[in-house]
C-alpha cells in the first residue's frame, strides 16, 4: 500500500473518530436538553402550585380581617359598657 493511501485512510479515520465524538456529544446534550425541560415543566407545576396556596392563603387572611373588622366595634362596645358598670 502506498503512503499516500496510508495518509489518507488514517486522516479518513481521524475524521470518523472526530464524527463520532461530535455525535455522542450531540445526544449527551440531547438528553441534557430533556432533562432541562422535564425539570422546567415540575418548576412550572411547582409554581402554578404555590401560587394556588398562596391565594387561598390571601382569601383567608382577608376573610379573618374583614371578621375582625366586624368584631372589633362590638369588643369596644363591650368594654364600653363594662367600664360603665364598674364605675
Request: negative net charge; without cysteine; charged residues 35%.
Amino acid at each position: 500500500m502506498s503512503e499516500s493511501i496510508r495518509e489518507a485512510l488514517a486522516r479518513l479515520g481521524a475524521a470518523l473518530d472526530r464524527l463520532d465524538a461530535a455525535s455522542l456529544r450531540h445526544a449527551d446534550g440531547e438528553r441534557v436538553r430533556a432533562n432541562l425541560e422535564t425539570e422546567l415543566d415540575l418548576m412550572r407545576e411547582d409554581r402554578h402550585q404555590l401560587a394556588r396556596q398562596l391565594d387561598g392563603e390571601r382569601a383567608g387572611r382577608e376573610a379573618a380581617e374583614a371578621g375582625l373588622g366586624e368584631i372589633a366595634p362590638r369588643l369596644d362596645r363591650a368594654i364600653a359598657a363594662l367600664r360603665a358598670s364598674l364605675a
